[in-house]
């Protein structure tokens, strides 16, 4: 018989207020309403797209003003991209427009979540135009789950 | 009192050429209004107030502009949108641009445009197409050389543009460039300006449009994210649907 091992109460709670709360955390970048500059990190948010098929995951992201050479695509777990390149030249915010603040920008920056399991170690990354295409396979077993048998 | 009104600025010519510049896909539209505003030195000669619109101002050079302007000279008026023009009041918008339009007796109106294409980074060439109000505008068109988008589904002022146009008999065309969908293409604009120098013989020189090309995709990505959002209410989508032709 095999021996259920029970989790402790705080363990417990630790998983289901840790989930909650990363749930809670994407909501809140998705409702409320950021800046797409960091100051801090002198970073911008480039503008990005997801398109799930039967397959694969194909996510572009617009990368204008960058270097391919400097272009880095790191998985930060199963489901979770990080995405950044460096600028050609330094960005000002008066270049942008922007007269009443003060600083600049060196580098594009965001990070995106996966919304069906993937192959992260099979992905392939292309850059053309400064339009970054990553390709994420999907795993088979949950295709095969949801009764995707055939690719389309 | 109607709801929208059009404050003149400066005496604003007759007979003109009237074209629209506003946010859509690849936001081609208000790309190419900004360069024509540059390279003609286009004046600000009306520009639309309403409380329908969110209470946005633009600031410009320290003072308060509506998103809605009016720009021109003796031959052109373009109306232009900084913002992306909600859903919910795009008719009430659009039909008094019209009528102002109308009673400026503009000769036609053009609205630029794009229509966004799949793998639109791996193309080498932007086709034009072009939307007539009319089976003679159609003609011109064609007498043009240029492709005619023949069917298929079409959201946004543009559509409204073309449709009121149908209907008083004021000639009409919408272009649109292949671009992008989601992201700001410069490259597309410099397209859809090509395009209208065949069909009305303006002509602007699109070197700095393509030189600048990467800073206005950096400076044009919230006007895009904004774009989509509204895009998406209006249902933008229905754009690659397959047609049902009723006969």
Known sequence: MAIRKRRSFP?????????????FERWREAVIEKPSW????????PLSDMKVTATEVIMTVDLPL?????????????????????????IQFKELGITHRKGEFRKLHCHTRVPVPVQMNKMHVDFKKGILEIHIPRKKEQRQKEGLSRDF | MSEIKIIEKTQVPSGALMLFGFPDVGLVGVIAASHLIEELNLEEVAYLDSSLLPPIIVLHDGVPHSSIRIFGNDKILL?????????NIIYQVMDALLDWGKSKKVKMMVSLSGIPIEDRQ???????????????????????????????YMVGPQAIMLMRCAQSGLPAVTLMAQCFLNYPDPEAAGEVLKGLD??????????KLLEKGEEIRLKARDVMQRTQEEMSKMKKGQEYDLPVYVS
């Open chain 2, 122 to 152: 791996d193309a080498t060439e932007l086709k034009v197409f072009a939307a007539a109000s009319s089976p003679d505008v159609l003609k011109t068109i064609q007498g043009k050389n240029m492709e005619a988008l023949m069917e298929g």
């Open chain 1, 66 to 90: 960058t270097q391919e050479k400097t272009v880095e695509v790191k998985p930060l777990d199963d489901r979770t991209l990080e995405i950044s390149a460096e600028m050609k030249r330094k």
């Open chain 2, 79 to 87: 109306a232009v949108s900084e913002m992306p023009i909600s859903a």
């Open chain 2, 198 to 207: 065949t069909l009305t013989g303006i002509k602007v020189d699109i070197a």
């Open chain 1, 38 to 45: 960091n100051l801090k990190t002198c970073a911008i948010q």
């Open chain 1, 11 to 23: 363990d417990f709670l630790d998983t289901y207020f840790g989930d909650f709360e990363e749930e």
